[in-house]
């Protein structure tokens, strides 16, 4: 059981600095996420708390004590990595076995360690096969074993999931979290799925471009998000945003196409006339009759996935990228009947707008 | 399941003709030497490519070698020469080429081309300044010489060779054991090698045959009788006016047993070795 922390850790190679100074305290038992797109420096955060990269600034403590000049081993760490890594000439009991036998743990000792791994596990049949004998599953269960048997301070966890099918995965997920629980170790798991993200941290941390945008908890991130990285990264389909302006008195939006949305309810902290980008969700849409819409969305493509049903399309004038219009999905019910080509009246939820500033792209505080 | 492509007749005879004819060019010298090393020397000279027979058989070849000089001699100090400098060169090959696929260091791709150059250059070239070297260390016509000489002959393409099969291995795997406690050196020895035996037995044969064929470092560092190795010993048997040609016939073919048996213990390990980048 222990806390890590981290105080404005960075990491350049050569002159380039991948990493900006991150912050964070994970607290005794805390499962904690770290997501972000694929070159975000979410692998080396991690690699840094186990001991694998030199940290060229800032601290890392585990438990209270500074690791930044300790070996992997001396950190009492475990991890299990996207690949496995399992010793593929032993067998799954030596694989778990191995790292305590060069600590020099007592035989008797290891053999129980192992069993009761094995048994939490369900690997009790395969402890005699070598790791190319066993399906995906059974070798990422072998690389938990592995760390378990270790008793550990924190679990690392580098993408375990990426290379299991769809199915697997689900399951995968539930049985990291469940064990998680039952063991109460801090955890740190980096992966690029938000699906996994959301289901599993306690907290997440959003990273990109080696910066952490947001560490907090997965719905406030969802609700909340601080900035439009944030907003478009986490949720799918991915948030629709647009480009306005806020209206004189405040109390409505103008879009570019012309239209205005209601600011009702939202007090704004930014001044009138500011130029803003607004968010909205695709699942904070609803079909609304043509007077009462707040946009209307001209269909390209609709996907009928049963329960739901996604819509994408457009909506008259520019989008934030600077595209003529801006390309819009919108999430409604799986018996909307809608055909592609119509046009689509749409209202937006209540409360369901997210505001960020057009320069810095953060989120505009509500007050 | 085979493919339309593989199945094809007249390709399949076409490489097989190509394959065919390629082994009997590559075999038959070899089988020639053998076969007149079972002949009378009157018979070698008349009918060269013929079998021996019962009025051509003889073994006068393998007695003249197995009574004059000491061929069980030349034939151990061949073995102890190849497979010391074998085990050298595979240990510190493998140790160098770690080295480079594994540590990022400042002059790391400097330091593999610098290990590689010997790949280009001949070592014979430096063979007057080895020899000063051999007589200033006292080292002439010992078997040490000749271990050390070939020990740098072989370096080169096996930290070559082994260092693009250990970037292979995966990173995980070696951080696994590192976060197990593992050694640097347990990591090599015991994650690291066993992954790369396929490799390994093939600088194992590149290395080995052109150590047990050669003739010019034994000739020049080590040819004194009580280290001469068999392709020296052979020599013996040509002269500048006479030669015996059983004799020469008949230790050549001898000379090829051991290599033969080293080859069938590395050879499986070895098509693993040559094919493993292409096939997954």
Request: proline share 4%; net charge neutral.
């Amino acid at each position: 059981m222990s806390t890590i922390s981290l105080k404005s850790v960075r990491k350049s190679f050569g002159k380039t600095e991948v990493i900006h100074g991150i912050d964070v305290e994970v607290a005794d038992g805390e499962f904690i996420v770290i997501v972000g797109p694929s070159g975000c420096g979410k692998s080396t955060v991690l690699r840094m708390v186990a001991g694998l990269e030199t940290v060229t600034g800032g601290d890392i403590a585990i438990d209270g004590n500074r690791v930044n000049d300790l070996e992997p081993m001396e950190r009492n760490i475990a991890m299990v990595f996207q690949n496995y890594a399992l010793y593929p000439h032993m067998s799954v009991f030596d694989n778990m076995a191995y790292g305590l036998k060069i600590a020099g743990m007592p035989k008797a000792e290891i053999a129980e360690r192992v069993q009761t791994a094995a048994k939490m596990l369900q690997l009790e049949e395969y402890l005699t096969r070598k790791p190319r004998q066993l399906s995906g599953g059974q070798r990422q269960r072998v690389a938990m074993g592995r760390a378990i048997v270790r008793e550990p301070s924190a679990f690392l966890f580098d993408e375990p999931l990426s290379n299991l099918d769809a199915k697997l995965r689900v399951q995968m997920r539930l049985e990291i979290k469940q064990l998680q629980r039952s063991l109460g170790t801090t955890s740190l798991y980096v992966t690029h799925d938000q699906v996994e993200a959301m289901t599993l941290a306690d907290r997440l941390i959003v990273m990109n471009a080696g910066v952490a945008e947001q560490i907090d908890t997965p719905m406030h991130v969802y609700e909340h998000p601080a900035s439009i990285f944030v907003a478009g990264f986490i949720g799918s389909p991915s948030m629709n945003f647009l480009p306005a302006k806020i209206d004189t008195g405040r109390s409505t939006l103008s879009l570019e196409s012309g239209a205005n949305v209601s600011a009702e309810g939202l007090v704004l902290a930014a001044q009138s006339g500011r130029e803003i980008i607004i968010g909205i969700r695709p699942e904070h849409l609803e079909l609304a009759s043509p007077d009462r819409a707040d946009l209307t969305l001209h269909i390209a493509a609709v996907e009928t996935l049963g329960a739901d049903t996604l819509v994408h399309g457009s909506i008259a004038g520019a989008g934030v990228d600077g595209t003529k219009n801006a390309s819009f999905a919108a999430r409604l019910p799986g018996n909307a009947r809608i055909a592609e080509g119509e046009t689509l009246p749409l209202r937006i939820a209540d409360g369901a707008l997210h505001l960020f500033d057009r320069q810095s792209e953060k989120r505009i505080a509500e007050i | 399941m085979a493919s339309k492509a593989t199945s094809s007749l007249p390709r399949s005879v076409a490489a097989h003709a190509i394959l065919i004819s390629y082994t009997v060019l590559a075999l038959f010298p070899v089988i020639l030497i053998i076969f007149n090393s079972f002949k009378t020397r009157k018979a070698i000279f008349r009918s060269p490519l013929s079998l021996p027979d019962a009025e051509s058989f003889s073994l006068i070849g393998y007695r003249t070698v197995l009574e004059q000089g000491d061929f069980f001699g030349y034939f151990q100090n061949s073995l102890i020469v190849t497979v010391v400098t074998l085990l050298l060169v595979l240990l510190f090959g493998a140790m160098a080429a770690f080295a480079l696929s594994e540590y990022r260091f400042r002059g790391n791709t400097l330091m593999g081309l610098y290990l590689a150059l010997g790949i280009m250059i001949p070592i014979r070239l430096g063979t007057v300044a080895i020899l000063q070297i051999m007589v200033g260390a006292g080292l002439v016509n010992t078997l040490t010489a000749l271990i050390l000489v070939y020990t740098a002959q072989g370096l080169p393409l096996a930290i070559f060779i082994l260092s693009e099969f250990m970037r292979s291995v995966s990173d995980d795997l070696k951080n696994a054991g590192r976060i197990d406690g593992l050694s640097e050196y347990t990591i090599f020895f015991r994650l690291v090698l066993p992954l790369v035996r396929p490799a390994m037995a093939t600088v194992a044969v590149f290395t080995m045959i052109p150590i047990w064929n050669d003739l010019w470092f034994p000739l020049i560092l080590a040819p004194a009788e009580e280290t001469k190795t068999v392709t020296l010993g052979a020599q013996v048997f040509i002269g500048q006016f006479v030669t015996n040609w059983n004799a020469v016939l008949s230790a050549l073919s001898l000379a090829i047993l051991p290599i033969l048996v080293l080859y069938v213990i590395f050879s499986r390990q070895l098509i693993r070795g040559i094919t493993s980048g292409a096939v997954k």
